[in-house]
């Protein structure tokens, strides 16, 4: 007998191999039985209270403090169980629903940010990923403005984490984007930074406040050449056009050390706290203030 879950992912598997252009819209008359399935299965996640946040801590490199977190978004499924961003985010942005998923992402992000606050932890930085759609949305500046005004939020206390394909695809109109962004006084992470034909020039093209390098070029620091070059010269770039340096996916004391050594800003992963509901993040971060 197949899983419960297999009908649900194969048709989400089918509808992702086939994608004609007239789909690409949300008011397409065209869309399949399957598609508005998956849109509703989407939609009911969002008012039904099946989506979780959790929050991964960042620790500044030098001293260990929590400086802020990385909100992370996941899938309480009635019948699959509890999904991770990679099995739902890719059919969210096919649908559309994307838009109202990344919303509450932000919502939720930064009214927890403010109950810690009122809890008496420390203000700290929330960090957001956007989906390609979202960023390209023309209310965006404006939305999380009003957002961060209606939380009492600093806008320098929100990052806002964008890929470097997101942000190459049309360089001029990225630009545009992140003026508007920046003129309210967010924080731009330039984010999974080092995965195949990263540019350095991306650094000073864009104007972002935050490098994020990606695990993928972490993972074999400090034993690898290339990938110990390659993390050497993102640090020492950003640290010459005075931008942070992040460090995703650290995972040995060995990484630590070199982190350390080189000066890195801030960093995160599994060896300094995995992913965490928000009761166990406020308690980590007032056991760090207590060391």
């Not at 806002?160 to 924080?187: F, N």
């Not at 340096?245 to 080189?262: D, H, K, M, N, P």
Request: aromatic content about 8%; some cysteine.
């Amino acid at each position: 007998m197949r899983p419960p879950y297999h009908r649900f992912f194969s048709s989400l598997n089918r509808f992702r191999t086939r994608k004609p252009a007239a789909i690409d819209s949300d008011d397409s008359p065209f869309k399949t039985s399957e598609m508005q399935a998956l849109e509703a299965s989407l939609g009911r996640a969002i008012v039904g209270d099946e989506l979780r946040l959790m929050y991964q801590p960042k620790f500044e490199t030098r001293t260990g403090r929590i400086t802020g977190g990385e909100a992370l978004l996941r899938w309480q499924h009635p019948e699959l169980g509890l999904l991770q961003p990679a099995q739902f985010i890719p059919y969210a942005e096919d649908t559309g629903v994307i838009l109202p998923l990344s919303r509450w992402v932000l919502q939720h992000a930064c009214s927890q940010n403010m109950l810690w606050e009122r809890m008496g932890l420390p203000p700290l930085r929330m960090a957001v990923n956007l989906s390609a759609r979202q960023f390209n949305d023309p209310r965006l500046s404006a939305s999380a403005a009003r957002l961060l005004y209606d939380v009492d939020m600093e806008p320098h206390r929100l990052e806002l984490e964008i890929t470097e394909s997101i942000m190459s695809y049309d360089p001029p109109k990225t630009l545009v984007i992140l003026a508007a962004l920046k003129k309210t006084g967010i924080r731009i992470a330039l984010d999974n930074f080092g995965i195949g034909y990263s540019s350095l020039s991306h650094l000073q093209e864009f104007p972002i406040d935050i490098v994020k390098i990606d695990r993928s070029a972490i993972q074999n620091v400090p034993g690898d050449l290339a990938d110990t070059s390659m993390t050497e010269a993102i640090l020492d770039t950003a640290r010459k056009l005075n931008v942070r340096a992040v460090a995703e996916g650290v995972e040995t004391a060995e990484q630590v050390a070199f982190l350390q050594r080189r000066r890195c800003d801030d960093m995160q992963g599994f060896f300094c706290s995995q992913p965490l509901e928000a009761a166990a993040f406020a308690r980590l971060v007032k056991k760090n203030l207590a060391r």
